[in-house]
């Protein structure tokens, strides 16, 4: 049974600092999905990573992979309070009969920026 | 826009009734997923379908049924089996050309709760 695991599941932080948020995962994948959810809201696609080493950007946010370490990292560069939301990662496994896949969510982490 | 509606936004359930929540997606996307999300959790799997009249079981299935009798709609029935039904429910899709690089798409989610 694959298990993602995101660290910490809560983060305060100061507007203009950095941190990155972690996602452990149990059993073999390729690819890894990050999403914004907003307080009520829905999920947000923020980053597709499809293979060993991917690293995207966006804005502030940079996301890797490491398919061998089976990690993801979420960093988070001069936080602004426009980022306070909870992000999750998402592990992907084949579904059955392998012709799409299904995604088992991180319990996400909790972004607080203040001033 | 091509995107996921759910109805309700906003469901209230009597005890020992059963209640449909609607997804209908105009993407042309093949697979579609329902999710459960609890306060401060993730999102865990609740049914996928990958074609029409076709859908598999995901992980917390029990006191839930779906159908699939089209490619646009996947509703939802919370029966009266689900004795803790009070959660956000989302429904997403995937599909179509490139599918395997692509997210999964979520629509605004469907509050239920206990009266």
């Known amino acids: 049974e694959l298990k993602v695991e995101q660290n910490p599941l809560f983060l305060s932080m100061q507007e203009g600092k950095n941190y990155t948020i972690y996602c452990n995962y149990s059993?073999?994948?390729?690819?890894l999905y990050w999403y914004r959810q907003d307080p009520g809201k829905s999920l947000e696609s923020l980053f597709v990573?499809?293979?060993?080493?991917a690293v995207k950007q966006e804005g502030r946010l940079m996301a890797s992979l490491d398919t061998k370490a089976r990690l993801s990292t979420l960093h988070i560069t001069a936080a602004v309070h426009d980022l306070s939301a909870t992000y999750f990662c998402?592990?992907?496994?084949?579904?059955?009969?392998?012709?799409?896949?299904?995604?088992?969510f991180g319990k996400g982490t909790l972004l607080t920026v203040n001033p | 826009d091509g995107g996921i509606t759910q109805s309700p936004k906003y469901l209230f359930r009597k005890e020992g009734q059963n209640v449909t929540l609607s997804c209908e997606q105009n993407?042309?996307?093949?697979?579609m997923y329902w999710y459960r999300q609890d306060p401060g959790q993730g999102l865990r799997l609740i049914y996928y379908?990958?074609?029409?009249?076709?859908?598999q079981k995901g992980d917390i299935a029990e006191g839930y049924s779906v159908s699939r009798e089209k490619k646009e709609s996947f509703p939802l029935t919370v029966t009266s089996a689900q004795k803790n039904p009070t959660a956000f429910y989302l429904c997403?899709?995937?599909?179509?050309?490139?599918?395997?690089?692509?997210?999964?798409?979520f629509g605004d989610g469907t509050r239920l709760s206990i009266l």
């Open positions: 998402a592990v992907a496994s084949p579904n059955s009969g392998g012709s799409n896949y299904k995604l088992t």
């Open positions: 059993t073999t994948s390729d690819r």
């Open positions: 990573l499809l293979s060993n080493g």
């Open positions: 993407l042309n996307h093949d697979a």
């Open positions: 379908s990958q074609i029409v009249n076709d859908f």
């Open positions: 997403a899709s995937n599909g179509g050309r490139g599918w395997s690089n692509q997210p999964q798409h």
